[in-house]
């Protein structure tokens, strides 16, 4: 069956950076829009990044444009979220998806993802 598992998840301090992954298993998404969303606890899931097949296109969250980078690498089936200076507010649990397009089109809309990982914890202490 078709999985997506992230990984990379932590604790760290603010203004450090951390690195999530996410592979896919059971089918290829190379030629999928592929995302990045967020759930803090008491919050509704939160869009974060998305990236077009060959990375050319991306699109970013105001909160967060700057200071993170999604990339990927299709060889590997695999997708990345470079985070770089951290701040407490960052703290939620993030989690991959694979949108049902090529294009970008509504991308920051949850419902546009057909796939989900499990999530990885991400704490930035103050």
């Known amino acids: 069956q078709v999985q997506l598992v992230e990984s990379g998840g932590g604790l760290v301090q603010a203004g450090g950076s951390l690195r999530l992954s996410c592979v896919a298993s059971?089918?290829?998404?190379?030629?999928?829009?592929m995302g990045w969303f967020r759930q803090a606890p008491g919050k509704e899931r939160e869009f974060v990044a998305a990236?077009?097949?060959?990375?050319?296109?991306?699109y970013y969250a105001d909160s967060v444009k700057g200071r993170f980078t999604i990339s990927r690498d299709n060889a590997k089936n695999t997708v990345y979220l470079q985070m770089n200076s951290l701040k407490p507010e960052d703290t939620a649990v993030y989690y991959c998806a694979a949108h049902r397009y090529l294009l970008l089109l509504q991308p920051t809309e949850t419902n546009m993802y057909d796939y989900w990982g499990q999530g990885t914890q991400v704490t930035v202490s103050s």
């Open positions: 059971g089918r290829t998404f190379s030629d999928n829009v």
């Open positions: 990236s077009t097949w060959n990375s050319l296109s991306t």
